[in-house]
């Protein structure tokens, strides 16, 4: 049976964009250069989150077309598209959709990252499996996340895995690597996220606990009440420091 007790986990496995960085709003700002040649009136500009439902449906068709892509080159394609969908390919300035593609190493973290992954390392092993390629997370290694750069024990971005969360073998690459280098079994694990389809729902498929970050606003992240018998949500928190703060009281008691 699965625990209920953190204490019981050794490894806690992150989501990172979305978890322990705020990309609803990355996304947004740096959209602005395209949104902003919009009319005041027209969806995509009035509406952030009509862009960010505009920007997943074209995220996860080109991820399935595009599996071994880079995830900045992913993000250019998106750009490219949403342009050419208002009407603005002609008008998008040369370079603009690579400059949205690397601007992800620029997004901030959410204000309690930080300290809470500093608190939550003195009990559990962490581990980021994450939809991203190595330049993409190193540049938010040495930037948004800097200050808890030494935290992590282990990295497995989707570049190395060769295909994109929710695929399943994202999954059981993470638990075959964390089983081999870290030496934690399938069991210790506890997959901490704020996706419910990239990855509170696969973890359910393939047999790995889950816990919930709350973040708002939560746009993309999926709706909980239409998909709450789909996930794996053994634990729910409405921040990493609320995460952070239960395990310190469990494991100080």
Known sequence: MPSSNLRDYKCLTFDCYGT??????????????????????HPLRRDPGALLKCYSKY????????????????????????????GLSEVTAEGESAAFGS??????SFPDT???????????????????????FAATIAGPLSGAAAAFDAVYVAEDIGSYKPDLRNF????????DELQVSKEQILHTAYSLPADLKPAKEIGLRGCLIERCPNIMGGDLEAMKDAVAIDFRFGTLRDMAHAADQLFES
Request: hydrophobic fraction near 45%.
């Open 172 to 179: 059981s690459y993470l638990i075959d690597h964390c089983r």
């Open 59 to 86: 995220e996860v068709a080109i991820q399935a077309q595009y599996p071994t892509l880079q995830y900045s080159a992913i993000l250019a394609k998106v750009y490219e598209r949403i342009a050419h969908e208002c």
């Open 114 to 136: 930080v300290e809470a992954l500093w608190r939550l390392k003195r009990h559990f092993r962490l581990v980021i499996l994450s939809n991203v390629d190595r330049a993409s």
């Open 20 to 41: 322990l960085i705020d990309w609803e709003n990355g996304f947004i700002e740096a959209f602005r250069p395209l949104t902003s040649r919009l009319d005041l009136t």
């Open 103 to 108: 601007s992800i190493g620029t997004w901030r």
